[in-house]
């Protein structure tokens, strides 16, 4: 199970750290991926860190302003996002990477 949480309303240049618990599996063997869903858009990849946390890999839209993290011990992944623009706007979801294992998503926006 996967359970997002930590979205919100933000203004524009603000940020949010989204969460993601992670529960029935051996979280600390596999990597794992946030993705967002805007209105009328596709879900597309937004960030993956492999199962350690050494190696990460991010889309070019939010290069500089998220990064990704995890704590094993907890087995929770994180989304730290700065410098929101009214772009980043979706519902945000985590994934184990290239399965069909995902949570229900966390709604962000940013507005003023």
């Known amino acids: 199970q996967l359970v997002e949480s930590g979205g919100g309303l933000v203004q524009p240049g603000g940020s949010l750290r989204l969460s993601c618990a992670a529960s029935?599996?051996?979280?600390?063997?596999?990597?794992m991926s946030w993705y967002r869903q805007a209105p009328g858009k596709e879900r597309t990849l937004v960030a993956g860190?492999?199962?350690?946390?050494?190696?990460?890999n991010y889309a070019d839209s939010v290069k500089g302003r998220f990064t990704i993290s995890r704590d094993n011990a907890k087995n929770t992944v994180y989304l730290q996002m700065n410098s929101l623009k009214p772009e980043d706007t979706a519902v945000y979801y985590c994934?184990?990477?290239?399965?069909?294992?995902w949570g229900q998503g966390t709604q962000v926006t940013v507005s003023s």
């Open positions: 994934r184990v990477t290239s399965s069909n294992y």
């Open positions: 029935g599996f051996t979280f600390s063997s596999l990597p």
């Open positions: 860190i492999g199962n350690l946390g050494g190696s990460t």
